[in-house]
Nanobody
Framework: QVQLVESGGGLVQAGGSVRLSCAAS????????FGWFRQAPGKEREFVAS???????YYADSVKGRFSISRDNAKNTMYLQMNSLKPEDTAVYYC?????????????????????WGQGTQVTVSS
C-alpha cells in the first residue's frame, strides 16, 4: 500500500508564497508520476501540475509562471512552490501518485489517471 502525506498549507496574503510538500511511503517506484490537484468549495477537483521521474513537468494554464513543481526521488517527496498567490488559488490541495508512467501529459490532468491520493492540505489566500 502507498501513503501520501501533504504538509505546508496555511493562510497567506495575496502576492505571497507557500511551499507544499508531499511525502510518499510504501510500495512506490521511482517511475511513478506525481501530481497536484486542488478543490475549491463547490467546485470540482482540478489539475494543477504534474512531474515525471525524469523531472519533466506540466502545468495548468492558471498557475503557469507562478507555481513550480519539483521532486526528490531519493526522498520520495514532491514539492509545490506557489508564488504570486491570488485569492482564487484558495482551495484544498491534494497530492497524487500515478503508477501509469506511460500516459501523456494531458492524461495526467484527469483525476482517474492517479492511483493514490493524500488527505489534502488547505491553502487560503486573503485579499
Amino acid at each position: 500500500q502507498v501513503q501520501l502525506v501533504e504538509s505546508g498549507g496555511g493562510l497567506v496574503q495575496a502576492g505571497g508564497s507557500v511551499r507544499l510538500s508531499c511525502a510518499a511511503s510504501g510500495r512506490t517506484a521511482s517511475s511513478y508520476v506525481f501530481g497536484w490537484f486542488r478543490q475549491a468549495p463547490g467546485k470540482e477537483r482540478e489539475f494543477v501540475a504534474s512531474i515525471r521521474w525524469s523531472g519533466n513537468t506540466y502545468y495548468a494554464d492558471s498557475v503557469k509562471g507562478r507555481f513550480s513543481i519539483s521532486r526528490d526521488n531519493a526522498k520520495n517527496t514532491m514539492y509545490l512552490q506557489m508564488n504570486s498567490l491570488k485569492p482564487e488559488d484558495t482551495a484544498v490541495y491534494y497530492c497524487a501518485l500515478s503508477s501509469k508512467s506511460y500516459y501523456t501529459d494531458s492524461d495526467y490532468t484527469r483525476t482517474n489517471a492517479f492511483d493514490y491520493w493524500g488527505q489534502g492540505t488547505q491553502v487560503t489566500v486573503s485579499s
